[in-house]
């Protein structure tokens, strides 16, 4: 169960609220859960999500893949098949022990050389696989810095330069694994490549807007639409300085010198089904249940909000505002939830993620008397030690206060500003991750009716 902290004193039954709503979100999409609820084993037969595949086609069935739920994933299959598994590797950023799968160590969000080392493991898995082989395949988010594979003339030192430019140039997640994908061997259908003729059935936990399985964890299992030339386009938009080895690499690939990722018509893909076992939309229902419960009117308006984090909050904020000023587009007490992914322009040298920013730039824009809250899912924000946080109109509550927070948005140091204030969520590390989630509680209509009237 994933316990959250509120740094505050002395909460509020809306504060209150609005962790139970995130805490059960969270809850929601643990590994545990989840493969329960989508994967059994009875008869020789193996159901995942309605789909089933009978097992006496097949000598040997690996398990192989990770990110941060990778060992929650891997503890659940263990359960559920038991010594029907004959080996398997998952990668995680802190992993445990298991019975027949090995769990390795991986550093997330930039690469090490022990996640080099812990992948190297899953590709000599790989090797030894044939057409009775059954691979299971652990692919969530987090998995894309947990598992790197470095491509022929790409260094480990390369790929942290690289990655580390494009977390702070503020790509979003399509146009970071555009790049990885293209540096790597098991990114972008190189799980596919590597283990086929082996039917691949892809256990996939999304942190991607929209499920995009060519984006989640950069792709492992499904074709790839992107080419060498997009992977320069991203440099170039963001006027990114690489290793000239990352460039030249990509250069010669879009001139035809290099293969490209396996897209759609590959027969590397023609025994592989993914199957998307939770997402953000798994965890904000849970949220809108539990909120319901608490007597609010919830609503789920987006799970797809993406942009910079500080602009995205203010548009929360105004929904949350239109709620208490006239009853739309619900009445008051009301829950507004959202999720997504947003990114941060990195320009100052302070701490924080995406969800503390949000924050932060919620609380300077609250006029009214609301609640809202983002906590990234896998509970660290941003490489931060905390989830998020939670602000109200009392925040941010004079021009000092305004002051301070502007410049700590303009340094990228909304951890700091929201510490001092008490305004934490903390989680520890959650063992999965499908995004973000927030909540904006409205309790009232502000003196007016539900037409609006004063």
């Known amino acids: 169960m994933a316990d959250l902290a509120f740094d505050a004193e002395t909460p509020t039954s809306a504060h209150q609220t609005t962790l139970k709503c995130l805490s059960d979100g969270v809850n929601a999409v643990l590994p545990d859960r989840v493969v329960r609820d989508a994967v059994s084993f009875a008869d020789n037969t193996l159901s995942v999500a309605g789909a089933t595949y009978d097992l006496s086609a097949f000598d040997r069935i690996l398990v192989v893949g990770g990110g941060k739920a990778g060992d929650g994933v891997a503890d659940a299959l263990e359960t559920v098949l038991g010594d029907r598994i004959d080996g398997g590797a998952v990668v995680t950023p802190e992993p445990t022990s298991g019975d027949r799968i090995d769990r390795l160590p991986g550093a997330h969000p930039v690469p090490s050389e022990t996640g080099v080392e812990s992948a190297a493991r899953i590709v000599n898995l790989l090797s030894e696989t044939d057409d009775r082989t059954l691979v299971l395949a652990v692919v969530t988010g987090g998995a894309s810095a947990v598992i790197p594979t470095p491509a022929d003339g790409i260094s480990l030192a390369d790929l942290q330069t690289t990655t580390g430019a494009l977390l702070r140039s503020g790509a979003h ?23 086929a003729p082996a039917t691949v059935i892809g256990l996939v936990f999304s ?16 074709p790839d639409e992107t080419t060498y030339d997009d992977a320069l386009s991203v440099l170039d938009r963001y006027g990114l300085d690489v290793p000239e080895s990352v460039r030249n690499r990509l250069e010669r690939g879009a001139r035809g010198e290099l293969a490209e990722t396996p897209m759609a018509d590959d027969p590397v893909f023609d025994r592989v089904t993914n199957h998307v076992l939770a997402d953000t939309h798994t965890a904000l229902s849970a949220a809108r249940e539990t909120a319901r419960e608490h007597g ?10 993406r942009g910079e984090a500080r602009e995205a909050a203010k548009t929360h904020v105004a929904v949350a505002e239109e709620v208490a000023a006239t009853g739309d587009p619900l009445d008051p007490p009301a829950v507004i939830l959202t999720g997504g992914e947003c990114t941060v322009t990195v320009r100052g040298d302070g701490d924080g993620g995406p969800n503390l920013e949000y924050c932060l730039s919620a609380a300077r824009e609250l006029d009214t008397d609301a609640v809202v809250a983002a906590i990234d899912s896998d509970g660290e924000d941003g490489g931060t030690t905390v989830a998020g946080a939670i602000v109200d109109s009392r925040t941010v509550d004079d021009a000092s206060d305004e002051s301070e927070a502007a410049a700590s948005l303009a340094e990228n140091d909304a951890l700091s500003f929201l510490r001092d204030r008490k305004c934490l969520i903390r989680t520890g590390p959650t063992g999965t991750n499908v995004n973000d989630l927030r909540v904006a509680i409205v309790d009232d209509l502000d003196g007016r009716d539900s037409n609006g009237n004063a």
Request: proline residues 4%; without cysteine.
């Open 296 to 305: 609010y009117d919830p609503i789920v308006l987006s799970a797809r909000v």
């Open 207 to 222: 942190d991607v807007v929209g499920n995009d399985l060519s984006v989640i964890a950069s792709g492992p299992t499904a």
């Open 173 to 195: 997640i399509g146009e970071l694994n555009a790049v990885r994908k293209h540096l790597s061997t098991l990114k972008g259908g190189g799980l596919a490549r590597l283990a």
